[in-house]
DNA sequence: CACCTTAAATCGAAAAATCCGATATTACCC
DNA sequence: GGGTAATATCGGATTTTTCGATTTAAGGTG
């Protein structure tokens, strides 16, 4: 059975006229008849009653109506969203830790723009766990995340090593333990197993966010203090807005590039990787 | 596009093999490619990658299934639902009350089986409101309810009047306005109106029930009384199981037989309404 | 390296379906 | 009875789909 055939029925049910269904749909009227009545006979079951002023639903046709819009609409959605624009050769689907959109993920949408101009590209930003989740299902070509699980069929390469820094909006030293106002901003499993390392005695924080640049909005906004990628803070430390905590100690954050062993298109992954790597001049 | 493109798609991307879908769908292999290839240049993608040992979904293509799933279902379900057998004329949709399965939709279902072998027939059984929506909405052919709701596409006839009568597990009489143990069955309405006006000081009863069999059953089991159909509560009176509470109020429900104006199918409408009015005899 | 095997792609022809345009039919209104 | 506004039907052109046979591609194997 036909689409459009269903989508023939749902413009006939919505305006009750075979006519201006078929003016709707730009095909003729026997077309819109014939379509009809292929569903009815296919169905076995009458779906319109026809009257001298159109056409109306028999009770069949009403409980048809549900599934003919959800077949319809499943179709449009799928190409909406699947569906490639002409100029276009493929679609790469990368996906990146939330915290990563800035850093990452607009500069490659960038790169990518620019230098590889025939390829779409779709970026999923979410936690690590959920980026796993979407590799190993196959809806990512690649990703960007910490704490990969090791996979038969995956690669994991290592990406980038980030140094988490404490940060204050007061110029201060770690007291008692812990400064005042502390956020603790979840950098994912292998940070919360070194930070528990190094402050075995800290009560819970009063504070605690999934998102780094949640947390450091807040702290910019009411004050306080947290752990941050260096590179993220480093200009407002310049600006005088942020003050690095002396002696408190660092983190080390290993971020990591996952992808499917043997990937649907080399070529493509290979591009995306190329881009990934470029918007990274400061490592080696 | 093809509902059957979609299928093939699901069941290549199940077995993971061109060959074994086409086995499956009892079609040739070099359909199932040109159906593949047809969904592939409409979408303007690729989704799957043609390997040595068979064929794998790409990430496009992962993406893909969950809508060419909910389109096939959609259909399948469709059919299920509402395609008629082959020695089917049509289909009566048919709604009754909760408390009627036993006494109307039952025997009528009897009735059309024998008397009318070339209809089918289905039955939704739910409260009069939900049925007077699913009038409405066309979805029922005619269905037999209280308290109808006047509307000009519908008819209105007078179906059936029931006699409630309160009955009780032990011999008793109405005692300071209520009798022990009370359920308050919910009958509708205009019965709810009637009953507060009977018993205008009766506390809220502890248990009140939608549905008339359960508080039946309910009484059965733990003892109790209530106000029951005459007809429904007869032969337990005959058993001696139950007892007619002297001297309380009766009271009369009447039931209505609702259908479309004009209706799809003249003949069929007719016909149901000749079984239904056939299982009263009893009526004059 | 030549050969084999397995899986998918392609090709040509037959079959089926779809669509259009014109015309027929139907029901109702005047 | 004629007119009108709706859908149904018909014949033929066109397009799509299918099949069966064959080809291509990618790995294995001796």
New interface residues.
């Given amino acids: ?4 055939h ?1 989508r023939a029925f749902l413009e006939v049910a919505a305006t009750g006229s075979f006519q201006l269904a078929a003016d709707k749909l730009h095909v003729t009227q026997s077309t819109i008849s014939a379509r009809i009545k292929a569903l009815e006979e ?5 779906l319109f ?1 026809r009257r001298r002023n159109g056409a ?9 109506h549900r ?2 819009l ?2 319809v609409r ?2 449009d ?3 909406q ?6 100029d ?1 050769k ?2 790469v ?1 990368l996906g990146v830790q939330l915290n990563h959109w800035d850093r990452i993920a607009a500069p490659w949408l960038n790169w990518m723009n620019s230098n590889a101009s025939n390829l779409a590209a779709q970026i999923v930003s979410e936690y690590s766990e959920p980026l796993m989740h979407r590799l190993r ?5 690649l990703a960007i995340l910490y704490d990969p699980q090791q996979r038969p069929e995956l690669v994991i390469e290592s990406f980038l090593v980030e140094k988490l820094i404490l940060i204050s909006t007061t110029p201060r030293q770690v007291e008692a333990e812990r400064v005042q106002g502390y956020i603790f901003v979840d950098w994912g499993d292998s940070f919360k197993a070194q930070h528990s390392l190094a402050f075995p005695n800290a009560p819970s924080p009063k504070l605690s966010v999934g998102i780094g640049s949640v947390g450091l909005n807040h702290i910019l906004q009411h004050g306080g203090s947290g752990y941050f990628i260096e590179e993220t803070v480093k200009p407002l430390i310049a600006e005088g807005r942020l003050f690095r905590v002396k002696d408190a100690p660092e983190f080390k954050r290993p971020t990591y590039l996952v992808y499917q062993d ?1 990937p ?2 080399h070529d493509l992954l290979e591009t995306a990787i190329k881009g990934l790597r470029s918007i990274l001049p400061d490592t080696v």
């Fill in positions: 059975m036909n689409i459009e269903m296919r169905l076995n079951r009458q009653v109306e639903l028999t009770a069949g046709g009403h409980h048809f599934h003919a959800t077949a499943s179709w959605r799928a190409r969203e699947i569906a490639l624009p002409d276009m493929a679609i689907n299902d196959g809806l990512l070509d043997n649907s298109d």
